[in-house]
Structure formats: structure tokens, C-alpha cells
């Protein structure tokens, strides 16, 4: 193994960067709660309008 990988693994470079990452992530999550809940709303109403639309168009939707 390099020494680069091996100083990477001995300090927790990956789990470390993982929990910054995810607190910057929560803090945005926070400060925008209002409009992520509004978008939320927005997709779920969208979401129980594919079974009508499915219905009416008489196929399925394709997959990704």
C-alpha cells in the first residue's frame, strides 16, 4: 500500500471528511427547511398524480 493511502487510512482522512460534509449538509438542511418543505409538497403531489396519468395514457413510465 502507498504512503499516501496508508497516512489517508491511519488519520480517518474519508471519515472525517464524511462528518464535515455532513454537517455542512444538516446546517443547509436547516437554514432552508421552509422551501425543502415546500419542494417536498410539490413532489409528493406529483407523485400520487403517476398512477391517474399512467391510467390515462395507458403505459407504464420507462425506467431510468
Not at 15 to 41: C, M, Q, S
Request: net charge positive; aromatic share 4%.
Amino acid at each position: 500500500m502507498g504512503a499516501d493511502i496508508s497516512c489517508k487510512l491511519r488519520v480517518n482522512l474519508l471519515g472525517a471528511n464524511f462528518a464535515v460534509e455532513a454537517e455542512y449538509e444538516n446546517a443547509a438542511i436547516k437554514d432552508h427547511t421552509p422551501e425543502l418543505e415546500k419542494v417536498r409538497t410539490r413532489k409528493a403531489a406529483e407523485s400520487e398524480r403517476l398512477p391517474g396519468l399512467t391510467r390515462r395514457y395507458d403505459r407504464a413510465p420507462s425506467p431510468l
